[in-house]
């Protein structure tokens, strides 16, 4: 199943989607997060994992995409869309938290790079001194919000108005010699 959002603010889409149990906790996660709930419309929808998710404009989009169950998915399908959304100029970001190491896992991982922009790989986190963290629920805690500090970044940038700064207003009839 893929968990499909799609969070409008200042008339830009971002759309979040999750495929797996351990990425459909992160996608409600980042939902509640209130950096995405100000200002912002969401519409979700459960989509069949070999459903195709219809484009409503021909305008360019931001995808972050989270997989945690990569050999589960028929990545194909979704694979198939995002192509044709970046041919549309869209960017997409896929972060892949692997369960297991198999062979169509790594057949699905390698079709994942050919089709986003960026494929994140998440594997046994460590901290500072190489340590690798042992407790699984550490792992998932750091992955959370790793992610949802990754999906704070791509909205911000998606959303944010990059005008330039208003020129400072000269004093005029004053001249100023150094």
């Known amino acids: 199943m893929l968990h499909f ?5 200042k008339s830009k ?18 939902l509640k997060d209130e950096d995405f709930m100000k200002g912002a419309k969401v519409s979700r929808n459960l989509l069949q994992s070999n459903a195709v998710i219809k484009s409503d404009k021909s305008e360019a989009k931001v995808f972050f995409v989270i997989i945690s169950d ?16 970046r041919a549309k100029g869209s960017y997409a970001v896929c972060q892949v938290i692997p ?5 169509p896992s790594f057949k699905a991982l390698k079709m994942l790079r050919q089709n986003f922009d ?12 190489g340590k690798a963290l042992m407790s699984t629920e550490q792992q998932h805690c750091i992955i959370t919000d790793y992610s949802i500090s990754m999906a704070r970044i791509m909205r911000n940038v998606c959303v ?4 330039p700064a208003p020129a400072k207003e000269e004093k005029k009839g004053q001249v100023v010699y150094a």
């Open 160 to 163: 944010g108005v990059h005008a």
């Open 13 to 30: 889409d971002f759309h979040l989607i999750a495929s797996g149990a351990l990425a459909f906790k992160i996608h409600n996660k980042i």
């Open 118 to 129: 960026e494929v994140i790989e998440l594997n046994k986190l460590t901290l500072g001194g």
């Open 99 to 103: 369960m297991y190491y198999n062979e």
């Open 70 to 85: 990569l050999d589960k998915m028929n990545a194909s399908n979704l694979c198939s869309m995002i192509a044709k959304e």
């Open 5 to 9: 959002s799609k969070i409008t603010a």
